[in-house]
């Protein structure tokens, strides 16, 4: 019915003339007269902004009509703000005051979702760090829910247990970030999420023994790791790797630190725990006697043994065996001197009676 109303309409109104007359006769009073209205020229269509996201506004206008303007949404007035989720033409046309319609004008209004923002890495373990980058926003300003500003930004995340079934392997935190345009407001946010993985605690270190003599053995275990036990030896002061394995036997010449971490099956790794000490010394030696009851004056010899190192005697002799004078009675002593250090001295009393 309204394409019928401005075809009609459209076929008064098209004509270039007015006032002409159609039929004529000698008597003026006779003559019937036709105004044909003018068609009000098509509206001029611009808007705000070319592209907008989902969930901001672009705001069009129309010009070049001395009428009113009437949208294809059915409203009136000379601009019109949209905000459409998708691509959407809008189109408009002038109405003159004698209720002549011209020509619409239409205009394309696109719309674009919120391209999805990237993590770098976005699998990470407690504790460290991820890049968070968002793209598009040329000339808006970027936002995201943590408060941070600017298309690239740092975050550090951290584990939660219980956040995500199964636990505790890991947990995940959404970061999404927004672009605002000075004249077209905020758009819809857009997401990405980090997964978390657990960290597993620092291995707490157990021996036995704990303190051994030289080139004896100790096995370190570590109680408290599900995952790999990483093993360090301190050497020069500078700790070396020295194996895996939820426990360790080690033989020793000297005193030593060993150190240890957990690595789970997602490669998070503990801090190392702090220096564990084996203690290694050197053995107090074994001392026999020649004899054990002897007249004065006869000579005895004492031999040491079980040191892998050098003898020490407390006069100097530095041989396992040593003849003793027994002439006076005293007290002999021997040390053990290794890789360990120097032993506690075995102590060989002679006694006159």
Same mark, same amino acid.
């Given at each position: 019915?309204?394409?019928?109303?401005?075809?009609?309409?459209?076929?008064?109104?098209?004509?270039?003339?007015?006032?002409?007359?159609?039929?004529?006769? #000698?008597?003026?009073?006779?003559?019937?007269?036709?105004?044909?209205?003018?068609?009000?020229?098509?509206?001029?269509?611009? &808007?705000? !902004?070319? +592209?907008?996201?989902? @969930? /901001?506004?672009?705001?069009?206008?129309? #010009?070049?009509?001395?009428?009113?303007?009437?949208?294809?949404?059915?409203?009136?007035? $000379?601009?019109?703000?949209?905000?459409?989720?998708? *691509?959407?033409?809008?189109?408009?046309?002038?109405?003159?005051?004698?209720?002549?319609?011209?020509?619409?004008?239409?205009? &394309?209004?696109?719309? =674009?979702?919120?391209?999805?923002?990237?993590?770098?890495? =976005?699998?990470?373990?407690? @504790?460290?760090?991820?890049?968070?980058?968002?793209?598009?926003?040329?000339?808006?300003?970027?936002?995201? $829910?943590?408060?941070?500003?600017?298309?690239?930004?740092?975050? $550090?995340?951290?584990? +939660?247990? @219980?956040?995500?079934?199964?636990?505790?392997?890991?947990?995940?935190?959404?970061?999404?970030?927004?672009?605002?345009?000075?004249?077209?407001?905020?758009?819809?946010?857009?997401?990405?999420?980090? &997964?978390?993985?657990?960290?597993?605690?620092?291995?707490?270190?157990?021996?036995?023994?704990?303190?051994?003599?030289?080139?004896?053995?100790?096995?370190?275990?570590?109680?408290?790791?599900?995952?790999?036990?990483?093993?360090?030896?301190?050497?020069?002061? *500078?700790?070396?790797?020295?194996?895996?394995?939820?426990?360790? *036997?080690?033989?020793?010449?000297?005193?030593?630190?060993? !150190?240890? !971490?957990?690595?789970?099956? /997602?490669?998070?790794? +503990?801090?190392?725990?702090?220096?564990?000490?084996?203690?290694?010394?050197?053995?107090?030696?074994?001392?026999? #006697?020649? #004899?054990?009851?002897?007249?004065?004056?006869?000579?005895?010899?004492? *031999?040491?043994?079980?040191?892998?190192?050098?003898?020490?005697?407390?006069?100097?002799?530095?041989?396992?065996?040593?003849?003793?004078?027994?002439?006076?009675?005293?007290?002999?002593?021997?040390?053990? =001197?290794?890789?360990?250090?120097?032993?506690?001295?075995? !102590?060989?009393?002679?006694?006159?009676?």
């Amino acid at each position: 019915m309204q394409k019928s109303i401005l075809a009609l309409m459209a076929i008064f109104c098209a004509l270039s003339f007015k006032n002409r007359v159609f039929a004529q006769s #000698a008597n003026p009073s006779d003559t019937l007269k036709v105004i044909i209205r003018l068609l009000p020229s098509k509206p001029s269509l611009s &808007k705000n !902004r070319d +592209s907008i996201y989902v @969930g /901001q506004a672009v705001t069009l206008t129309a #010009a070049n009509c001395n009428g009113t303007i009437a949208w294809s949404n059915g409203t009136t007035g $000379n601009s019109l703000t949209v905000s459409p989720n998708q *691509t959407q033409f809008y189109a408009a046309f002038c109405t003159s005051t004698f209720g002549c319609v011209g020509l619409k004008d239409s205009i &394309k209004v696109n719309v =674009q979702n919120v391209p999805i923002p990237t993590a770098s890495p =976005q699998t990470i373990c407690d @504790g460290e760090s991820t890049t968070l980058t968002a793209y598009g926003c040329s000339g808006g300003s970027i936002k995201w $829910n943590t408060g941070q500003t600017g298309a690239v930004t740092v975050v $550090n995340p951290t584990y +939660s247990a @219980g956040s995500v079934t199964p636990s505790p392997i890991y947990s995940e935190t959404t970061y999404s970030y927004t672009c605002t345009y000075p004249n077209n407001g905020q758009s819809q946010s857009a997401s990405v999420v980090v &997964k978390v993985n657990f960290r597993p605690q620092v291995p707490v270190i157990s021996a036995s023994p704990t303190t051994i003599f030289t080139n004896g053995s100790s096995t370190m275990s570590v109680s408290n790791c599900s995952g790999t036990v990483q093993w360090q030896k301190e050497m020069a002061n *500078t700790w070396t790797d020295d194996g895996t394995g939820a426990s360790k *036997t080690v033989t020793l010449s000297k005193t030593s630190n060993y !150190r240890a !971490r957990c690595t789970s099956a /997602q490669n998070c790794s +503990s801090a190392y725990s702090g220096a564990f000490i084996i203690t290694v010394s050197s053995p107090v030696p074994n001392v026999t #006697a020649s #004899a054990s009851d002897v007249c004065q004056g006869t000579s005895v010899t004492l *031999t040491a043994s079980g040191c892998s190192g050098t003898y020490k005697w407390g006069a100097g002799q530095t041989t396992p065996s040593i003849m003793v004078n027994t002439q006076t009675g005293g007290v002999y002593e021997v040390t053990c =001197q290794d890789t360990a250090g120097i032993s506690a001295a075995k !102590r060989i009393k002679f006694t006159l009676q």
